[in-house]
């Protein structure tokens, strides 16, 4: 009989981490904080057809591709489903159909091999794929999460806790920059094709930055950025004008990471913590990584910063949360049930 009490905690454990809650179908195995490896099937090309993530599409795809990424991550790391002492997995937040997937295929897993099921919170998968950059990295630090369905600055106080100084009112910052990309005619996935508009583009259009201003909470919005870009757009082709595109995106991407990257290190500094982590897609975007790195240098912070395919949807950042919540001896039921939105904090 399956019991979540009757498990031991190693102290060095190998998870296995599974990820479906968009449009990745994504395995990967760790050993302790060592990654063995990380693999990932995309159906983003047939979704790219759509303008977006269809989800019926992303249910079918991850249905025929979870068995063979976890085969592959299995293999790459070079051990054998039995060396496994956990499963960790993406409960939520996501959509519904997908999550189940790799649910479901975690739950048959850990139930026949009678290894501990660990449930993952996506958003703080993002937020543990630092660890994974650096062994030896413990809390306090102060994390900018800015993902497609999120953008914040937290203070991670413990492995389990963490606190939000700061966040959006409205759109996240990825989301910004999907319809920056629609606006601007770029194929799906957005922020990506953005970021390479912008690097033959100058900083030269006038727009509002992505922090709010008076406000007595530290707070962004990124829905009235998005709509001063729509009429940079549109009055200038409303004039006959010939509007730079790329010059639109270089002025957009500053006017929406600035702010991050300025606050992150304000946070950092007024709490009194020397090192600043940082994870969701939008982390990947090279101007923010400069930004955020020279900043953090100028103010003598350490920044740790995840690879590039470790800021986007992948398992590893999966497994690296499971880590955390494995060492807590947070096991979950064979009854987990999928969820589509968890609130942050
Ligand atoms: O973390 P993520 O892969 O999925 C969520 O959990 O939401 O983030 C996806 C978001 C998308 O909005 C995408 O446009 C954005 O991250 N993104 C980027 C870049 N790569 C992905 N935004 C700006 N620059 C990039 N290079
Ligand atoms: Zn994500």
Redesign the pocket.
Known sequence: MYNKENFKIKETPIILGIES??DETAAAVIFGRKLLSSEIISSATEQAKYGGVVPEIASRAHTDAVDEVVRRALKSADITANQLDGVAVTYGAGLLGALLVGLSFAKGLAYSLNIPLIAVN??RG?LAAAYLVDEDLKPPFITLLA????TAILHTKSYTQFEVLGGTCDD????A??KV?RVLGLPY????N??RLARSGQNTVKLPPSLVRNSTRMQFSYSGLKTAVINAVHNAEQRGEAVSREDIACSFQHAAVDSLVKKTVECALARGINTVTAG???I???Y?RDTLTKACQKARLKCILPEKKF???NAAMIAAEGLTQYLAGNFAQMSLNATAQIPLG
């Not at 996240?172 to 989301?175: H, K, L, Q």
């Not at 996935?189 to 990506?192: F, I, L, N, R």
């Open positions: 809650s968009c996506h958003i993002h993902s497609g369905g999120h996240a910052a990825g989301e920059f999907d990309a996935p957005g922020g990506v953005v970021e969701g897609g939008v990947a975007n090279g923010l800021c986007t949807d």
